[in-house]
């Protein structure tokens, strides 16, 4: 398991355009996998993301309204400036941009 390398070097490419921050349902074991997957393809969480915001340290859990209004106010940032989505849903959208393959349904891509 790990992320495929066209999928490192998109999220590298967001990272040196937007300031990207996680929000994430992890538990300690998964968040722990999950850097080390991100570590083993070249891309520290840490250095990638400009701050994580993880259900088990908020004691909160998506989709509950709470944890977006809380990791909303830890960013200081206004609303109008966040966009939320899955990044399976940015890598697709970049990927259809770099492309003339067209996308038939969104649940068929698996990022």
């Known amino acids: 398991m790990g ?19 996680m929000l994430s349902n992890q538990n ?8 080390q997957i991100f570590r083993e393809a070249g891309i520290p969480m840490e250095t ?7 259900s088990y340290r908020m004691n ?6 709470n ?6 106010r830890l960013s200081g940032l206004p609303p109008q400036d966040i966009l939320h989505t899955a990044i399976r ?5 970049v990927m259809l ?4 393959t067209r996308v038939i349904s969104q649940n068929t891509w698996n990022a």
């Open 67 to 72: 944890i977006f209004d809380e990791a909303l």
């Open 60 to 65: 909160m859990l998506k989709p509950a309204q």
């Open 3 to 21: 992320i495929d390398p066209y999928k490192v070097d998109l999220i590298k490419e967001l990272a040196g355009k937007y300031d990207l921050y």
């Open 28 to 35: 300690v074991i998964s968040n722990r996998a999950c850097r």
């Open 97 to 100: 941009q770099r492309s003339t």
């Open 89 to 93: 849903l940015v890598l697709q959208q």
């Open 48 to 54: 990638i993301f400009k701050d994580l915001y993880l």
